[in-house]
T-cell receptor, first 118, second 111 residues
Framework: DAGVIQSPRHEVTEMGQEVTLRCKPI?????LFWYRQTMMRGLELLIY????????DSGMPEDRFSAKMPNASFSTLKIQPSEPRDSAVYFC????????????????FGQGTRLTVV | GQQLNQSPQSMFIQEGEDVSMNCTSS?????WLWYKQDPGEGPVLLIA?????ELTSNGRLTAQFGITRKDSFLNISASIPSDVGIYFC???????????FGGGTRLMVKP
């Protein structure tokens, strides 16, 4: 299995531009997560989907952020307009529920997209 | 911000030494996971714990799920240079698969 695939690996953009990050989850996984990692705040969950439906987007910082999952094999995270404080590494992760009596999971992460907004 | 308190934040040790790190929470988690992140990469799962009191090993790594379900520790025995990285604990409360991450422990190993 190729694992979770994210693109691009690096993105440098000017403030005010639109940025789109892409993710292909592991085939057969029905949960997809978007995380943001910064030195100050660590790993933060932004939004997650189950069977392509957004379940919890309470971690999305503000209306400039949006995420979609049009099908089981593709998701996007869009920032419009981007700001310097959005600079971070954005991770996509996927999982399927491993039934051990408590709905547990093991999330597998992509390599991340390092976003720099100047 | 994080709801899991992970300590220590960083460790600088000599090759061959044992390492211990832990996570605590004010609330209960039903699953504890330990991840390692190498520079420029995403976190990779090391050990998953599903039952309170569970002790699980993976090579030189040993992790335990605290009996109160509010804490977990990870031990690395006989550290080697490739153990360098950031180690994260993560907890899950209920079905729904949301993970909450600790702040990470940055491990540096001196050959």
């Amino acid at each position: 299995d190729a694992g979770v695939i994210q693109s691009p690996r690096h993105e440098v953009t000017e403030m005010g531009q639109e940025v789109t990050l892409r993710c292909k989850p592991i085939s057969g996984h029905d949960y997809l997560f978007w995380y943001r990692q910064t030195m100050m705040r660590g790993l933060e969950l932004l939004i997650y989907f189950n069977n392509n439906v957004p379940i919890d987007d309470s971690g999305m910082p503000e209306d400039r952020f949006s995420a979609k999952m049009p099908n089981a094999s593709f998701s996007t995270l869009k920032i419009q307009p981007s700001e310097p404080r959005d600079s971070a590494v954005y991770f996509c992760a996927s999982s399927f529920p491993v039934d051990r009596g408590a709905g547990n999971t093991e999330a597998f992460f992509g390599q991340g997209t390092r976003l720099t907004v100047v | 911000g994080q709801q899991l308190n992970q300590s220590p934040q960083s460790m600088f040790i000599q090759e061959g030494e044992d390492v211990s790190m832990n996570c605590t929470s004010s609330s209960i988690f039903n699953t504890w996971l330990w991840y390692k992140q190498d520079p420029g990469e995403g976190p990779v799962l090391l050990i998953a714990l599903y039952k309170a009191g569970e002790l699980t090993s993976n090579g030189r790594l040993t992790a335990q799920f605290g009996i109160t379900r509010k804490d977990s520790f990870l031990n690395i025995s006989a550290s080697i240079p490739s153990d360098v990285g950031i180690y994260f604990c993560a907890g899950q409360r209920n079905a729904g698969n949301m993970l909450t991450f600790g702040g990470g422990t940055r491990l540096m190993v001196k050959p």
